[in-house]
């Protein structure tokens, strides 16, 4: 194809990816190559919204599982994920392309509150917009807020970067003869109990017919080629 085959995307990035191969924290070599793909996709004349995951910073379930309260531990990896974004938005910067975060959580003095009306407004206008602090509730994942701002700003497919290039009928690094889907419906994702999103989120992409691709963040070029419609990690269909 010569031209994208999505107009507005939402692409979900998890937290540790941004940490590369350190312990924890922001590896700004891997966050400088995540702003070069997706740079190069916009210049295609792609709108593309970003969520963004905390776990490099702090993972509410994790908290949980240490004997903190819940909702608590949720709204530190809510914290986690603003920072996420800022550090992102910034890179964006340094690249010339401009980015605007919005928070589901209130904290006007470093980002500005998440307005549908708005973030919409600024796809438009060519911005990259970074979507932090999840749902802005607890018990939600990121991924669920990635199928959340993906059906409110009307965005074409859930992009969801991982660490492997797709769904594989098995664990690849346990199973040598696991083969990788290229597409799959919901249905069949639902009957095999392939992990592709949290339940939730899931289930919100399938009920709004919002199509996902699970592809690799790692592999070069690879979010071009997902949108350019080449067969490039597993596209989940309604």
């Not at 031209?3 to 590369?20: C, D, F, V």
């Amino acid at each position: 194809m010569s031209q994208p085959a999505y107009k507005r995307i939402l692409l979900k990035l998890s937290g540790e990816a941004l940490m590369g191969d350190d312990a924890y924290g922001i590896n700004q070599e891997v966050v400088s190559g995540i702003v070069r793909d997706v740079v190069e996709v916009t210049r295609l004349g792609v709108e593309i919204g970003i969520v963004i995951g905390g776990g490099n910073i702090f993972r509410g379930m994790a908290g949980a599982a240490s004997g903190m309260d819940r909702a608590t531990a949720d709204y530190m990896g809510m914290l986690a994920t603003v920072m996420n974004a800022m550090a992102l938005a910034d890179a964006f910067r340094a690249a010339g392309v401009n980015a605007r975060v919005q928070s589901a959580l209130r904290i006007d003095q470093v980002v500005e509150p998440y307005i549908r009306g708005k973030a919409i407004r600024y796809l438009e206008e060519g911005r990259v917009v970074i979507f932090g602090a999840g749902t802005g509730n607890p018990f939600f994942t990121t991924d669920t807020a990635a199928a959340l701002r993906g059906s409110e700003i009307g965005a074409d497919i859930v992009l969801k970067a991982t660490k492997v290039d797709g769904i594989y009928t098995a664990d690849p690094k346990k199973d040598p003869a696991a083969t990788r889907f290229q597409r799959i419906s919901f249905d069949e994702a639902i009957a095999r109990n392939l992990a592709v999103m949290d339940a939730t989120a899931f289930a919100l992409c399938r009920d709004q017919r919002l199509p996902i691709n699970v592809f690799s963040l790692f592999k070069s070029g690879a979010l071009k080629r997902v949108v350019m419609g080449e067969d490039e990690g597993t596209l989940v269909y309604c």
